[in-house]
């Protein structure tokens, strides 16, 4: 017999996303978190992006985000999507922009969904379209002296 469910908490929330954000300032994991806490959910997915000392196989000496004035609006397109095609409970993004040192925190991105698979498919779409759809884009100097633009 297939599982049926009738309880509210299985569904999505009505108004599930609480937090987005592109932010100049330093991101914590711990607003996101609790951004997201729902009596109703089984699962919460979490994902941290960090300024790592590396790319394609050079030292990264600086690290800068900037944004489009449209990206907050384009990460509330992201997340809305997001809790459409899933039945999430709670939402959270933030980005940071600015200069970044090696080891800041860059992106934090949480969901809440009634049980663990969904809230683990839920933030991976979430992460994956914030990266290729939102205008953010990363600027990095290499320890020779030359930069590269990502996602320009």
Request: net charge negative; glycine share 10%; aromatic share 6%.
């Amino acid at each position: 017999m297939a599982q049926k469910f009738d309880h509210p908490g299985e569904q999505a929330a009505a108004d599930p996303i609480r937090l987005l954000g592109i932010r100049e300032t330093p991101l914590s994991v711990d607003e996101v978190f609790a951004a997201v806490g729902d009596a109703s959910s089984g699962g919460t997915a979490l994902f941290v992006g960090t300024v790592r000392d590396h790319d394609g196989g050079e030292d990264v000496t600086r690290l800068g985000y900037s944004s489009h004035p449209t990206a907050e609006a384009e990460l509330r397109r992201v997340a809305e999507k997001v809790a459409a095609d899933f039945p999430v409970r709670a939402l959270a993004a933030v980005h940071r922009v600015g200069e970044l040192e090696v080891g800041d925190l860059a992106v934090v991105v949480a969901v809440s969904c009634p049980h663990r698979g969904e809230a683990f498919d839920a933030c991976r779409r979430l992460i994956d379209n914030l990266k290729h759809e939102v205008p953010i884009w990363k600027h990095q100097t290499f320890s020779d002296g030359t930069e590269e633009w990502v996602g320009a």
